[in-house]
């Protein structure tokens, strides 16, 4: 257990419909970070969260959004889903990028 | 643009033999540089790291070489065992800006019997 918990693990939606993804970070880190990792690819980066404050911002879609609350724990809301955003999303926390990442073990979106 | 680029994106190895992955970057303020292992169905996982006021850092059968002038690190697997078959991405960041992680595009290894 690495210390950050991604719920759910597994999702099946249908297009068009819109999912919220949750992730609570390691005790003490204040940053969160989506990614997103489709079948056989790299590690896309989405959105940074530090403190409850948006930090930076990758390429995440219109339809994606997220948000840190006073508890740091982070959700991840994708709206107006399409087949090809079918893929694992990743959360990841840290105390400073410099300290190194921990990352959830994600959750597996099926959109059919 | 890719801050962080990683060679080979696959590589075959004989058990026993030594894996090495190259990546190469070009903000010098870079000063952390780690490497994820990443097994299917899982989360990346630290799997070692290094900063640049030294050259090489070994952990057990891994290795990283860094060379600060040339702006590139490696990593180096000893004695490659079927269990490091798995997917392996280096990184970089700076304290300074947004403090992100940059991910090269990742590796993927495979050691056989």
């Known amino acids: 257990d690495s210390g950050v918990t991604q719920t759910p693990k597994h999702l099946i939606t249908a297009t068009g419909q819109r999912v919220t993804l949750r992730c609570s970070p390691r005790?003490?880190?204040?940053?969160v970070y989506w990614y997103q990792q489709s079948l056989d690819q790299g590690l896309q980066f989405l959105i940074q969260y530090y403190n409850g404050e948006e930090r930076a911002k990758g390429n995440i879609l219109e339809r994606f959004s997220a948000q840190q609350f006073p508890d740091l724990h982070s959700e991840l809301n994708l709206s107006s889903l399409e087949l090809g955003d079918s893929a694992l999303y990743f959360c990841?926390?840290?105390?400073?990028?410099?300290?190194?990442?921990?990352f959830g073990s994600g959750t597996r979106l099926t959109v059919v | 643009q890719q801050q962080v680029k990683q060679s080979p994106q696959s590589l075959i190895v004989q058990k026993g033999g030594i894996s090495i992955i190259n990546c190469a970057y070009e903000?010098?303020?870079?000063?952390?540089f780690p490497w994820y292992q990443q097994f299917p169905g899982k989360g990346p996982a630290l799997l070692i790291a290094?900063?640049?006021?030294?050259s090489e850092k070994k952990e057990g059968r891994f290795t990283i070489s860094f060379n600060k002038s040339a702006k590139q690190f490696s990593l180096h697997i000893m004695d490659s065992q079927p269990g490091d078959s798995a997917t392996y991405f280096c990184?970089?960041?700076?304290?300074?800006?947004?403090?992100?992680?940059?991910f090269g595009t990742g590796t993927r290894l495979t050691v056989i019997p």
């Open positions: 290094i900063r640049p006021d030294v």
């Open positions: 990184a970089a960041t700076s304290d300074t800006g947004a403090n992100n992680l940059f």
């Open positions: 903000n010098t303020a870079f000063d952390y």
């Open positions: 005790s003490g880190d204040l940053s």
């Open positions: 990841a926390s840290s105390v400073g990028a410099s300290y190194g990442y921990t």
